[in-house]
């Protein structure tokens, strides 16, 4: 019902920033909250950030809180991550996810995108 595709990773140096996008089509209505999720080599999906379909309400790892921001411009329907002070251990596989409701464990959302890499280099 909802298709993600994420977008924007590469390859930065440490302090350095990036911004993620996440393009959704489909019934975006049925999963008003978008997240985000990374996995990093050898563990699992780890949450990121999530935003309601507002924009009113959103939470973050406290790994992130202070350096990522999480976004979404339901016109063009795309939620960003603003990544800025950016740490090696950012380094990961970053998922854009939908969910029917607000939640920051990933089994509450049952749309994927295909993941964009960052890399964060020392």
């Known amino acids: 019902q909802v298709q993600l595709v994420e977008s924007g990773g590469g390859l930065v140096q440490a302090g350095g920033s990036l911004r993620l996008s996440c393009a959704a089509s489909?019934?975006?209505?049925?999963?008003?909250?978008m997240g985000w999720f990374r996995r990093a080599p050898g563990k699992g999906r780890e949450f990121v950030a999530a935003?309601?379909?507002?924009?009113?309400?959103?939470d973050y790892a406290d790994s992130v809180k202070g350096r990522f921001t999480i976004s979404r411009d339901n016109a063009k329907n795309t939620v960003s991550l603003q990544m800025n002070s950016l740490k090696p251990e950012d380094t990961a596989l970053y998922y854009c996810?939908?969910?029917?409701?607000?939640?920051?464990?990933?089994?509450?959302?049952?749309?994927w995108g295909q993941g964009t890499q960052v890399t964060v280099s020392s």
């Open positions: 996810a939908a969910s029917s409701l607000m939640a920051t464990v990933t089994s509450y959302y049952d749309c």
């Open positions: 489909g019934r975006t209505n049925s999963r008003p909250v």
């Open positions: 935003i309601n379909w507002s924009g009113g309400r959103t």
